[in-house]
């Protein structure tokens, strides 16, 4: 029902955009969210949008790089991702659910398969 795309090899500095294509879901009664693991490392939160409220969320570590947004007619929510660090390399999820915080991923029920995004210094 999820369906994340968009990762790749990029240069740190460089730019990526991950979609995430919804399907079987009424997608505006979703929160969204991006979170992402890096090897040997927890899964972390990174983005999360709840759409009726209009408002957005965003980890601290990447708050003013990166933007979450959504393309009604395509169900797809994307996440640009700008100024990427070699820190940003991790698989990225995107998720859906009516989490009580956007931040607990236990909070979702559904979850993409993953990305891989890989950033060269």
């Known amino acids: 029902q999820l369906q994340a795309s968009g990762g790749g090899l990029v240069q740190a500095g460089g730019s990526l955009r991950l979609s995430c294509a919804v399907s079987?879901?009424?997608?505006?009664?979703?929160?969204m969210g991006w979170f992402r693991q890096a090897p040997g490392k927890e899964r972390e939160f990174v983005s999360a949008a709840r759409w009726r409220l209009g408002d957005a969320y965003y980890a601290d570590s990447v708050r003013g790089r990166f933007t979450i947004s959504r393309d009604n007619a395509k169900l797809t929510v994307y996440l640009q991702m700008n100024s990427l660090k070699p820190e940003d390399t991790a698989v990225y999820y995107c998720?859906?659910?009516?989490?009580?915080?956007?931040?607990?991923?236990?909070?979702?029920?559904?979850w993409g398969q993953g990305t891989l995004v890989t950033v060269s210094s």
């Open positions: 079987g879901l009424i997608f505006s009664s979703y929160v």
């Open positions: 998720a859906a659910g009516r989490p009580s915080s956007v931040e607990d991923a236990s909070g979702y029920d559904y």
